[in-house]
């Protein structure tokens, strides 16, 4: 079982959809990662949290830590937001990041 | 000017061959990290590095190798190429506590 587990692994939404992606970890996290890799191959970090929510722009990124679970969502989401959304946990002394395998979010115009 | 960069960009190489993937960064951060993609299996920690005279493996650091030259520049080198090493290489830097910056990705082809 991989420690870090996205759902849906693909999602198709229609612009101005409320959209989530969800992620859950079976490890002791120091913090939670959202990353976006765009269709190009960039990758950009949205969020990192340890607890709570937190909000930038339309996005919007909550932690459980008692469940082990984190959501990422995207209000009223448009054809840009099309991109490879990333969950990573870092844990270990180290800090290490271990990553989920992504969600393919594409939204139609 | 891009805060990490990666060279090459691009890079098709033949089974066997030595090859040196080069990381810089202009963010002032003493931690470096590589990490490859492969489809279906998300992104994988290759080596990592927390100064100059740190060095520590990754989960798949079997056929690789690194060189911290200096703060800013950490090289990642595949000694004798394979055509499974074949993927999307990625390095980025970070800060304690922060978030990491990714550079661009280093596409590599071992035929």
């Known amino acids: 079982k991989n420690e870090v587990e996205q759902s849906p692994q693909n999602l198709t939404a229609q612009e101005g959809e409320f959209i989530t992606i969800n992620c859950s970890y079976s490890?002791?996290?120091?913090?939670l990662h959202w990353l976006q890799q765009h269709p190009g191959g960039g990758i950009v970090s949205l969020f990192m949290?340890?607890?709570g929510k937190k909000k930038h722009g339309r996005l919007i990124a909550t932690i459980n830590i008692q469940e082990k679970h984190s959501s990422l969502h995207i209000t009223a989401s448009h054809p840009r937001d099309s991109a490879v959304y990333i969950c990573?946990?870092?844990?270990?002394?180290?800090?290490?990041?271990?990553f989920g395998s992504g969600t393919q979010l594409t939204v139609l115009p | 000017d891009a805060d990490v960069t990666q060279t090459p960009r691009n890079r098709i190489t033949k089974t066997g061959k030595r090859i040196m993937l080069e990381c810089s960064q202009t963010?002032?951060?003493?931690?470096m990290y590589w990490y490859r993609q492969d489809p279906g299996l998300g992104l994988r920690l290759i080596y990592y590095?927390?100064?100059?005279?740190?060095?520590n493996k990754g989960e798949i650091s079997d056929g690789y190798s690194v060189s911290r030259q200096a703060q800013a520049k950490f090289s990642l080198s595949l000694e004798s190429a394979i055509p499974n090493q074949t993927a999307l290489y990625f390095c980025?830097?970070?800060?304690f506590g922060q978030g990491q910056y990714f550079g661009p990705g280093t596409r590599l082809t071992v035929t």
């Open positions: 980025a830097t970070s800060d």
């Open positions: 490890v002791g996290i120091s913090a």
């Open positions: 963010k002032g951060h003493d931690r």
């Open positions: 949290l340890s607890s």
């Open positions: 590095s927390f100064d100059v005279k740190d060095i």
């Open positions: 990573a946990v870092s844990s270990g002394s180290a800090r290490q990041l271990t």
